[in-house]
């Protein structure tokens, strides 16, 4: 059984990229609420059906405050008559004869009602006739457009309030109210329209006279720029005109120029880096723009040559100087360079024989060192942050390549260094990447590319590459960024501040200005209003504290004794609730310890009490959120979350009975995986086994499919796919006792070529069983590197045709534009496409869209359901979720899948976890959780043993949230890229 997990804690990557700056050289409520005790009735009966009730003391005489109830003339105790037998008042005049108000003589002896504190606490009574009562029991009633009712021991009147399920005060559209969406306070008739994508005005239209800043328009629920307008820097220009912004952000053209059409057009010369040239004299751009000669050279009719008496070529510790510039190519900020460093290796390594020491080392202890090294010479073209990487599909597989960079060459050097890419240990964690701080226009740095020394089993030290150097824009204070870098990053000295764990999108702040930014060294820690976090994801990061109804995070914390009520399973994003008030908040220190039908008891997997909802006794039951009665225990089937609550040892997955017999005829009372006891029923051989089955005596249960962790075949000792007799005749059927699969086990061993069942076969040396297409059993053995589905080669070798998913342990794909294999990985889809499953075991390759942000919600995902195939690449930061809906026909299945778009799981360690929700977007249906290949997560309800909720569905939406789970090996997961798969069979 799972439980709820709370993710907490940072991701930090430790990898040994120095300070940039040493490239540089150290560079209240309203007035209305309190104008009476009296009882406040809304849209009451006639007034033919209300008993006067007379000699109400004066609210000036009563004391006032928020216990405050009317004061009537009823002693307790007394026999007052019904309200039945009271003469109804038929012969009233009806109100609207009456005089009007402002002719009654003034009250001057009651003082003013502004003078009186708002009786918060008085609940307003709806639609409810006054019924006289002695308990809160005598006002129980099933009206679902009500709440809170109870007896008023002063009136001994009934009382109640209306449903704000959001506490905006508008009851929602089905009770009568103007509220379209009771589950959000700033959704109601007459609410502001904000350009969200979202009718928030309850008026049937979207986003209608939402307002943008100067120059933007509302589009699909955002603001952005009009026409063919672009935000630079906050202000929305026409990159086609503006000399400061010509044809993009930041690119200002020279003196005597003008932009046409988003170009820098000059009168004489060409234009580079935003200035007018003559290419055939100019130095710095020597037949054409960034071409730059040696400081050595001179530019005659476009051409470097040596200039008179001048040694020209520059070396770095006797390795050649290679202008990036020349060897590269530029499109756009990014310089692409296509190199390889096999001769380099050859000339500093005399003989093959790897040299002692390289010639350019880094003098930083944590700098790896490297041989085979390359060194180019780059210039900034702008003021700008540079991103220096091998990260690139032109790198050889295994190549471990090695970065340095530094702004001053020579033998030994101090400066930047990165040996693996933290963001793609998962794919190709052994290239590199720099992030180098702004740097000025026109600086020089030296990057050095290099293998890593000595090798390690399995991987390179020379090979082509390709090396990429981006010049991206550099973020000030109050910027927006990502995390991922995508639109620039901040500059020195600021951060890019998230509102909320998780998130991918935040603003380039200081330390100490706002939430989500760092805590400052000094006090004050943080601005006023906000405090510097202590432990888990928010250590010192600024947070803050909101009240009831606030959104509420890890850096919004909810004040007091309230409860971030969580959005959805595995996320601590919310809203804060006051304890008591729903399913999953502490209980309350005094009765009623929780609201309405809630009870208080021990929350699932916790040793705290939380309110959940009852069930009982042999009614349906959900292990997560469901207590049943005392000695009864919620039963489901495998792993499940849905069920029945069953008396103790009646059935198999419940508790033992505390006496003899623990389990009723035919169930064994064991210890569960959790530790407790608990029933199963005894199997015998080749009978299935689970959770909730033990095999008898003498056999063992082995699992034939790896992705089904629940589902086995009890196998007899000595019996192939069994346990190995301890004496005697060890196996049976000409099996082999063998330990090549673990412990002691009957085996057949089976050569290149031959059909291997996974259960009871295993391949010879060199080879292992590839499955079948469609098969999670069957398959044939396959000599290393030879076939689709077959482990790689040493050094990730593959035939010809097929390639190597990963150095390390790695499988060969082949390629392919048609059906694919979305659970092994054996195919590989083109660039741009995924495998869409449609069964875990089957697909077709489709194009995949890209995540679409936020959708870390179930109402978020289930407002855009898709109905066909599905897939979506995302990241998954710490602490985020992401979410898919699908449209499910009557009767169908929910089929999902996680991994880099071809099969393999894209997480190198942690786990991945996977969600599936109702269509009534809250009820938690099931939870898939490392039970696909490698670490991730599957669902296909096409196999109802597995997956016994994902099938047979009603007709409705069906919402999938997947997101990284922490271990004790990865306290803060997260995820650079991954691939959802969605889809819904009939």
């Avoid at 080879?767 to 076939?787: I, K, M, Q």
């Avoid at 249906?925 to 991730?936: D, F, Q, T, Y």
Wanted: hydrophobic share 35%.
């Amino acid at each position: 059984m799972h439980r709820h997990l709370s993710l907490i804690g940072l991701l930090s990557l430790a990898g040994c990229s120095p300070s940039i700056g040493n490239l540089l050289g150290d560079g209240g409520g309203g007035t209305d609420a309190a104008r009476s005790d009296a009882v406040s009735v809304v849209d009451a009966k006639p007034v033919m059906d209300v008993v006067a009730i007379l000699d109400v003391t004066p609210i000036a005489d009563s004391a006032v405050g928020d216990d405050a109830t009317p004061s009537v003339d009823v002693t307790p105790g007394e026999d007052a008559p019904p309200v039945v037998d009271a003469p109804p008042v038929v012969d009233a005049p009806p109100v609207v004869d009456a005089p009007p108000v402002v002719d009654a003589p003034p009250v001057v002896d009651v003082p003013p009602v502004v003078d009186v504190p708002p009786v918060v606490d008085m609940p307003p009574v709806v639609d409810v006739p006054l019924r006289i009562c002695g308990t809160d029991g005598d006002c129980a009633d099933t009206d679902p457009c009500t709440v809170g009712e109870r007896c008023d021991p002063a009136t001994r009147l009934c009382v109640t309030r209306p449903l704000d399920g959001d506490g905006d005060l508008h009851p929602p559209r089905v009770c009568g109210g103007d509220d379209c969406d009771d589950g959000d306070p700033l959704v109601f008739q007459g609410a502001a329209e904000v350009c969200n994508g979202r009718d928030d005005d309850c008026d049937g239209m979207t986003d209608e006279g939402a307002t943008c800043g100067a120059g933007e328009v509302c589009r699909q629920g955002r603001c952005g720029c009009d026409g063919a307008r672009v935000s630079c820097g906050g202000a929305c220009v026409d990159v086609s005109s503006s000399v400061a912004h010509c044809g993009g952000c930041n690119r200002p053209c020279g003196a005597g120029t003008s932009c046409v059409g988003g170009a820098c057009a000059c009168t004489t010369g060409v234009a580079c880096s935003g200035a007018c040239v003559d290419t055939a004299t100019n130095a710095a751009h020597c037949g054409g723009c960034g071409r730059a000669c040696d400081p050595s050279e001179r530019c005659v009719a476009g051409a470097c040559e040596c200039a008179p008496g001048a040694v020209c070529g520059e070396q770095c510790a006797g390795v050649p100087v290679i202008d990036a510039a020349r060897v590269g190519t530029r499109t756009g900020n990014v310089l692409r360079i296509l190199g390889d460093n096999t001769a380099a290796w050859s000339a500093q390594n005399p003989g093959g024989v790897l040299a002692s020491r390289s010639p350019i080392v880094n003098a930083a202890s944590s700098c790896p060192r490297s041989t085979g090294q390359l060194v180019y010479r780059y210039t900034t073209t702008m003021g700008a942050a540079l991103r220096v990487t091998t990260s690139n599909p032109g790198t050889r597989v295994a190549f471990d390549t090695v970065l340095y960079a530094t702004g001053s060459c020579g033998a030994a050097i101090n400066n930047a260094c990165n040996d693996d890419d933290p963001d793609l240990a998962a794919s190709r964690g052994l290239t590199s990447r720099l992030l180098i701080d702004s740097l000025p226009a026109g600086f020089t740095l030296y990057i050095v590319v290099g293998g890593y020394s000595p090798l390690t089993s399995g991987t390179f030290d020379r090979g082509a590459f390709e090396l990429t150097i981006s010049e991206e824009n550099t973020l000030a204070v109050g910027a927006s960024c990502r995390t991922d870098g995508a639109t620039g990053r901040c500059a020195s000295g600021l951060t890019c501040a998230l509102p909320s764990p998780g998130v991918e999108a935040g603003t380039c702040r200081a330390a100490g200005a706002g939430v989500g930014a760092p805590c400052r060294a000094a006090s004050p820690q943080c601005d006023a209003g906000l405090s510097c976090g202590t432990s888990g994801v928010a250590a010192n990061v600024c947070i803050r504290d909101v009240g009831l109804g606030a959104a509420c995070d890890d850096y919004s914390r909810c004040a007091g004794a309230n409860f971030c009520s969580p959005l959805n399973f595995g996320t601590t994003r919310g809203t804060c609730v006051a304890p008591g008030t729903v399913f999953g908040a502490p209980c309350r220190g005094t009765a009623p310890q929780c609201d309405g039908a809630l009870v208080c008891a021990v929350f699932t997997g916790t040793d705290t009490t939380a309110c959940r909802v009852p069930a009982s006794a042999n009614g349906p039951c959900s292990a997560e959120r469901s207590v049943c009665p005392t000695g009864y225990h919620c039963a489901t089937a495998s792993d499940g979350f849905i069920g029945l609550c069953r008396l103790d040892g009646t059935a198999a997955s419940l508790p033992c009975r505390e006496s003899a017999p623990r389990c009723d005829g035919g169930l064994e009372c064991v210890v569960a995986r959790s530790g407790d006891t608990a029933c199963r029923a005894v199997v015998g051989a080749g009978s299935s086994c689970s959770e909730n089955s033990v095999c008898a005596v003498n056999t063992t249960c082995y699992r034939p499919d790896t992705s089904d962790p629940f589902y086995g075949i009890c196998v007899a000792v000595g019996a192939p796919g069994g346990d190995c007799r301890a004496t005697g005749t060890r196996c049976d059927g000409g099996a082999t006792c063998t330990t090549e699969t673990g412990a002691g086990r009957c085996l057949f061993r089976v050569g290149e070529g031959e059909a291997c069942r996974a259960p009871t076969h295993y391949c010879a040396a060199g080879l292992n069983c590839v499955l079948s297409p469609g098969d999670t059993v069957n398959g044939v053995c396959r000599a290393t590197g030879s076939a689709a589905g077959a482990r790689c080669g040493a050094g990730g070798s593959c035939l010809a045709g097929l390639t190597c998913s990963s150095a390390a342990s790695g499988i060969c794909s082949a390629a392919t534009s048609g059906d694919c294999d979305p659970y092994a990985g054996t195919t590989v889809c083109p660039a741009g496409q995924a495998c869409l499953a449609s069964s875990v075991l089957r697909g077709r390759c489709g194009p995949m869209g890209a995540e679409s942000e936020p959708n870390d919600t179930i109402a978020l995902a289930a407002s855009r359901p898709v109905s066909a195939p599905t897939a979506l690449a995302g990241s998954l930061p710490f602490n985020d979720v992401d979410c898919m809906a699908v449209q499910v026909p009557a009767g169908g299945s929910v089929v999902a899948f996680a991994s880099d778009g071809n099969g393999r799981c894209p997480l190198a360690a942690g786990r991945l976890a996977m969600e599936l929700y109702d269509s009534d977007g809250a009820t938690l249906r099931l939870i898939a959780e490392v039970n696909g290949p490698g670490n991730c997560a599957n669902i296909d309800g096409g196999r109802r043993a597995v997956f016994p909720d994902a099938g047979a569905l009603s007709a409705g939406v069906y919402t999938v949230c997947v997101h990284a789970v922490p271990t004790t090996a990865v306290p803060t997961p997260s995820l650079a890229s991954y691939v959802l798969t969605v889809a819904a069979t009939p």
